[in-house]
């Protein structure tokens, strides 16, 4: 079992920038696939960000070169660090733990509500 607790998200201006925490418990994240995905109102859930346990990252195209992904294994956490802000941005993002490829692992987190003003 894997819990995430996710942290982080607000309201920002179109432009601007905000870092996603992801906190685990229950197991080590140094060797476990963890992504991001989002959830905006009226549309499906879908993928943002992910790192393999070997450090390799994917990104959706809507993000990519804006979005970072990354690990502190130290601390047990994924980040997503997002610059360059849109409106299209707006909506709850979810950790997750385990995906198989760019499809979602069994373990969520609560979700953190990102809101991006024009």
């Known amino acids: 079992q894997v819990q995430l607790v996710e942290s982080g998200g607000g309201l920002v201006q179109a432009g601007g920038s905000l870092r996603l925490s992801c906190a685990a418990s229950?197991?080590?994240?140094?060797?476990?696939?963890m992504g991001w995905f989002r959830q905006a109102p009226g549309k499906e859930r879908e993928f943002v960000a992910r790192?393999?346990?070997?450090?390799?990252?994917y990104y959706a195209d809507s993000v990519k070169g804006r979005f970072t992904i990354s690990r502190d294994n130290a601390k047990n956490t994924v980040y997503l660090q997002m610059n360059s802000l849109k409106p299209e941005d707006t909506a709850v993002y979810y950790c997750?733990?385990?995906?198989?490829?760019?499809?979602?692992?069994?373990?969520w987190g609560q979700g953190t509500q990102v809101t991006v003003s024009s």
């Open positions: 790192m393999v346990w070997n450090g390799m990252r």
């Open positions: 229950g197991r080590t994240l140094s060797n476990v696939n």
């Open positions: 997750n733990a385990d995906l198989k490829g760019n499809y979602p692992g069994p373990y």
